[in-house]
């Protein structure tokens, strides 16, 4: 069964602390796996990773991904409250006849002030 | 402003009424898909559209219907709606299949 799993179900760190986020998956054809966001509503896009060993970064936030080992990091240096939203990983795959994308449930991170 | 839509954005009916929910886009898409967010299930794909009159079914596609007559719009049809299908909706789009979805603001739906 292809599934995306995110580790832990939920946070709670202290403002400046450093987290890491986990996200292992089980396809066939991988194509991508991307990064979202959570705050109020809509998800809001981070990263996508498609090749290994190769990190993406924007400020504070990094993710990396491992093609061999089936999974992919976000890591947060610095927390911050706005910081505060669950964190979801999604899976691009081909599916038999058709691309198929599926969402891990999320971590659910709260960082105190 | 780039932006995908929705409408409405809060929705409580009956079972067996039907409803479309609406989705557009700005941003010339091709790309455009439809989930549904449950709590402990995380957000599931329900349909989407690759460009104008091409359709598949995602995970969740049961009682649903789509259609993709013009590039920018994708509505959702619940043709009889019932109160498992309450849920919050998002409609997405994006340029191509493997890159960043744009996110609507979501469509609470209540069935009851």
């Known amino acids: 069964e292809d599934k995306v799993v995110q580790s832990p179900l939920s946070l709670v760190v202290h403002e400046g602390d450093t987290v890491t986020l986990n996200c292992s998956y089980e396809?066939?054809?991988?194509?991508?796996l991307l990064w979202y966001k959570q705050e109020k509503k809509a998800p809001t896009f981070l990263f996508m990773l498609?090749?290994?060993?190769i990190e993406k970064k924007s400020g504070r936030l990094s993710s990396i991904l491992d093609k061999k080992e089936l999974f992919s990091i976000l890591n947060i240096t610095a927390t911050q409250t706005g910081d505060s939203a669950v964190y979801l990983c999604?899976?691009?795959?081909?599916?038999?006849?058709?691309?198929?994308?599926?969402f891990g449930t999320g971590t659910l991170l709260a960082v105190q002030p | 402003e780039a932006q995908v839509t929705q409408n409405p954005r809060y929705l409580i009916t009956v079972t067996g009424k039907k409803l479309t929910v609406t989705c557009s886009q700005n941003?010339?898409?091709?790309?455009m898909s439809w989930y549904r967010q449950d709590p402990g299930l995380g957000l599931r794909q329900i349909y989407y559209?690759?460009?104008?009159?091409?359709?598949d079914k995602g995970d969740v596609p049961e009682g649903y219907k789509v259609s993709r007559k013009e590039k920018r719009n994708f509505p959702l049809i619940l043709e009889s709606p019932s109160p498992n299908q309450t849920s919050l909706y998002f409609c997405?789009?994006?340029?191509?299949?493997?890159?960043?979805?744009?996110f609507g603001p979501g469509t609470r739906l209540t069935v009851t």
């Open positions: 997405a789009s994006s340029g191509t299949y493997l890159y960043e979805q744009y």
């Open positions: 396809v066939t054809n991988f194509r991508s």
């Open positions: 498609t090749s290994s060993g």
């Open positions: 999604a899976v691009t795959y081909y599916g038999g006849a058709t691309n198929k994308l599926i």
């Open positions: 941003m010339n898409h091709e790309y």
């Open positions: 559209s690759m460009n104008v009159e091409v359709t």
